[in-house]
């Protein structure tokens, strides 16, 4: 998913979540400063934990952020 589809479902950050057991530390990204053309995925290359330094995480849009749907 582009940036730019993800802004407009109201979400401006990611969610980044560690996968090492013996961390588990979850922590937002925000990536406003990123065009509208660069992908959810391309992060996954590029995150560390901030705990631990693992780089195993898991990225995606912070759902939670995205407003309710209108009736």
Excluded at 37 to 65: A, H, I, M, Y
Aim: charged share 25%; aromatic share 8%.
């Amino acid at each position: 998913m582009p940036l730019g589809n993800m802004r407009e479902l109201g979400i401006l950050r990611l969610a980044a979540f560690g996968r090492n057991d013996a961390c588990r530390h979850q922590s937002t990204i925000d990536v406003s400063a990123y065009s509208d053309k660069t992908t959810v995925p391309w992060f996954q290359l590029l995150v560390r934990c901030s705990k631990c330094g693992g780089r195993n995480v898991d990225v995606r849009p912070n759902w939670k952020e995205q407003p309710p749907a209108r009736a």
